[in-house]
């Protein structure tokens, strides 16, 4: 089993950045894949950002190119993501999830793991 946990969400301003942090624990060397979803109230989870097992494929949403950027840092079972320019439509959970492997990166189903989320609260 993998354990993931976010942290770093909050509420900013539009224009601002925030960094959402995921700590894996557990079976740790499964965690291939690791990437970013979001969900907003009303809306279905989508892919926003992920990445490779050594980090150097990533992937991003349309709507998040040019703003946000994932990384890791496996030595600290460590997943970022760096939100700049976020505007109110970037409002909503924020979940890790983790993977041993998949065809399609920013696709739910390759994540078997999930955190519970971090809050990202975006005002104009």
């Known amino acids: 089993q993998v354990q993931l946990v976010e942290s770093g969400g909050g509420s900013v301003q539009a224009g601002g950045s925030l960094r959402l942090s995921c700590v894996a624990s557990?079976?740790?060397?499964?965690?291939?894949?690791m990437g970013w979803f979001r969900q907003a109230p009303g809306k279905e989870r989508e892919g926003v950002a992920a990445?490779?097992?050594?980090?150097?494929?990533?992937r991003y949403a349309d709507s998040v190119k040019g703003r946000f950027a994932i990384s890791r840092d496996n030595a600290k079972n460590t997943l970022y993501l760096q939100l700049n320019s976020l505007t109110p439509e970037d409002t909503a959970m924020y979940y890790c999830?983790?993977?041993?492997?998949?065809?399609?990166?920013?696709?739910?189903?390759?994540?078997?793991?999930w955190g519970q989320g971090t809050q990202v609260t975006v005002s104009s």
């Open positions: 557990g079976a740790t060397h499964i965690t291939k894949i």
């Open positions: 999830a983790a993977g041993a492997a998949g065809s399609s990166y920013l696709a739910a189903q390759s994540y078997p793991y």
């Open positions: 990445t490779s097992p050594g980090g150097s494929i990533t």
